[in-house]
C-alpha cells in the first residue's frame, strides 16, 4: 500500500509539473500578488512595519528577539515557496508553523548560507581589492565591472542554493560545486534567472541609496515594499528554475 501510495504521488507531482511547464519568468512577476498572496504581501507587510519599529524603539531585548523571531518565519516562508514552485505551484503557500522549533532552527541556519552565497564572492573581491578601487576617489570602470560580476555570481550561488536546500536536502547549500554544475545544466533559463536577480538586488540598492537620500520617510516604506516583493520572488524564481529542469538536477544534487 505504501509503494502504491508513493507511485501515485509521484504520478501527481509529474503532472502538476507539466502543467507548469508552460509558466514562464514573466508571468513569475505577478507570483507575490497571486491568489491570496495580495493579503499574505499586505499582513507580511504590516507585521514588517511593526518588527522594524520595536527593532528600532523598543526595548533592545525584545526588538532584537522578535525581530529574530520574524526572520525564522521568513526563511521558512522562502523555502515553501521554492518546494511549493518546484513542485509545481504558482501561488504564495501558507506560513509555515513557528512552533516547529527544530525545523525553524535548520531552516534558519540553511538561509543564512544561501544568504553567504549572495554576497561572499562581492565581499571577497572588495577585501582583495577594496584598497585600489572603492576606496580611491574615481575607482575605474575595470573595478566597478569585476564587482558586478561577483555580484552576479553570488545571485546564480544563491539561485541554485536556495533550490537544492529546498528541494533536496539542506546540507545541499554547502555544494557550490553542484550549484555552478546545476547552473550550467540550466542553460538558457538559468542565464536569465540570474540576470533578474542580479537586477533585482541592483534596484533594490538604488531605491535605497537615492530614494532614502531624497524623500527619507516615503523612501523607507518604497524600500521595505521593494524589499519584501523581492522576499517572494526570488524563491519562487530559484522553484521554477528546478520544476523546468527536475531531472537533470536530481542527477547532479542526488548522484
Known sequence: MAGAAASVQQEELHRRRAEGAKYRVRD??????????????????????????????????????????????????????????ADGDDELPDWPEYF????????????????????LPLVLYLTLFGRAGLRTNEPSLVFWIGAALCLWLGSVLAIMG?????????????????HLRGFLATGGDGLLIANVVFSMIAAVFLVQVFLVL??????????????????????HLAGLLFRRYADQLEAIYEP
Not at 32 to 58: D, H, I, Q, T, W
Not at 162 to 178: E, P
Not at 215 to 232: E, H, K, R, T
Request: hydrophobic share 60%; net charge positive; aromatic share 22%.
Open 100 to 119: 516547529s522549533l527544530g525545523e525553524r532552527f535548520v531552516e534558519f541556519f540553511t538561509w543564512v548560507f544561501v544568504g553567504l552565497l549572495q554576497w
Open 162 to 178: 536556495f533550490g537544492a536546500a529546498a528541494v533536496h536536502w539542506k546540507h545541499q547549500v554547502l555544494r557550490s560545486d553542484r
Open 214 to 235: 531624497a524623500f527619507p520617510i516615503l523612501g523607507v516604506f518604497a524600500v521595505l515594499i521593494v524589499s519584501l516583493y523581492w522576499l517572494f520572488l526570488e524563491p
Open 28 to 85: 513569475a512577476w505577478f507570483y507575490p500578488f497571486r491568489g491570496m498572496g495580495l493579503f499574505m504581501f499586505l499582513a507580511a507587510f504590516v507585521s514588517l512595519l511593526f518588527v522594524e519599529f520595536l527593532k528600532n524603539y523598543g526595548l533592545a531585548c525584545v526588538g532584537i528577539v522578535v525581530w529574530v523571531g520574524w526572520l525564522t518565519l521568513v526563511a521558512g516562508l522562502q523555502f515553501r515557496i521554492v518546494k511549493t514552485t
